[in-house]
């Protein structure tokens, strides 16, 4: 690492991306996670990588690790380790949601379940989940049980996600639970241990587990609009997956009165056609700029929680941070 303590004149001036600021931090994460990836049994670091060198964002500890630098910390040791554990915990989950979902396109390539079959795929995503633990579980007790609560709400909203795949009965309230769990839950610990971690207030540290929150929400309401709107190259998988799973998205909750989306999401097994016309009906609808409306919502919110940090190029990242999730839609 170039410089984990002290980040590089350009950035502090202001001239490189948000992720810029913590290049170096960033790439330890990267390294950090190829060693937890490591096995001796081959085949798991084979199956492992496909998935973990495919274009994953980072978004987790990139929020982990611009909180801590906005929250004054200055050994991000600790912070890289985490948000480490937290990649491969999502990691884990993805590998595992292929599974219940026969899912076998994934970031645009076939999935490790297409390629390897059930029982590998759940094996390495165990292996995964251990791997994260074995590192998250050297740090206090506060930061184990909130990477332990975050790993039970990602359970329960996948539970709760199957309870409604496809049943027309599902409200606004039941996505936003939804979401929060499987989403917003890795988001809102990773910023709240980057807060931990740089010794903030009580304060700070809860303002923090809301702005990650808040950008989870946002951030999978963009996801969710992004599979109707596209393009599959961006997105990295069919456009109107949800809607053939059966997925209860935003979009799709919000259109249930239209009857082709209605259609589409209750059939068992939509048609492409079928599909093609609950998209139509939906780029047509004033579904959209609600979507985009309330992931709006949630970045303003978000955006609230940064304004208790002080002045500082981080702060700013987090915020630009915010705003680029909600640009990707336009």
């Not at 059930?118 to 995964?128: A, R, S, Y």
């Not at 709760?160 to 049943?167: A, D, I, S």
């Not at 047509?284 to 940064?306: D, F, Y």
């Not at 304004?307 to 702060?315: I, K």
Request: glycine residues 10%; contains cysteine; hydrophobic residues 45%.
């Amino acid at each position: 690492m170039t410089s984990a303590t002290h980040p590089s004149t350009s950035a502090l001036r202001g001239d490189v991306s948000p992720l810029g600021l913590i290049a170096d931090e960033i790439a330890g994460v990267e390294r950090r996670i190829q060693e937890l990836a490591w096995s001796q049994e081959g085949k798991l670091t084979q199956i492992a990588n496909e998935l973990i060198q495919s274009g994953g964002k980072r978004v987790r500890p990139a929020l982990a690790l611009l909180v801590f630098r906005a929250a004054g910390g200055d050994d991000p040791r600790d912070t890289i380790d985490v948000g480490a554990a937290l990649e491969l915990i999502h990691t884990a989950t993805l590998l595992h949601d292929d599974i219940l979902d026969s899912g076998r396109t994934r970031r645009g390539r076939p999935s490790p379940l297409a390629r390897h079959g059930i029982g590998m795929t759940l094996v390495t995503g165990d292996f995964l989940f251990t791997r994260a633990f074995g590192v998250a579980g050297r740090f206090d007790n506060t930061v184990v049980g909130w990477a332990t609560d975050a790993c039970v709400s990602l359970c329960e909203g996948e539970v709760m996600q199957r309870r409604f795949k496809r049943n027309p009965a599902v409200t606004l309230d039941d996505y936003l639970a939804i979401a929060g769990n499987k989403t917003a839950s890795l988001f809102s610990q990773a910023a709240r241990i980057g807060a931990h971690f740089a010794g903030a207030s009580q304060t700070v540290v809860d303002a923090m587990f809301t702005l990650g929150y808040e950008l989870g929400l946002a951030f999978q309401m963009v996801d969710d609009l992004l599979d109707v709107l596209g393009p599959a190259e961006l997105i990295g998988k069919p456009v109107g997956n949800d809607l053939r799973e059966g997925a209860p998205a935003l979009p799709t909750v919000l259109g249930l009165e239209l009857p082709e989306v209605r259609a589409a999401f209750t059939s068992e097994l939509p048609s492409g056609a079928l599909v093609d016309r609950a998209l139509t009906a939906l780029r047509g609808s004033p579904v959209i700029v609600r979507v985009r409306h309330l992931a709006a919502e949630r970045i303003r919110s978000a955006s609230a929680q940064i304004a208790l940090l002080g002045p500082s190029p981080y702060r700013a990242a987090l915020a630009d941070l915010a705003e680029e999730l909600l640009a990707r839609t336009t």
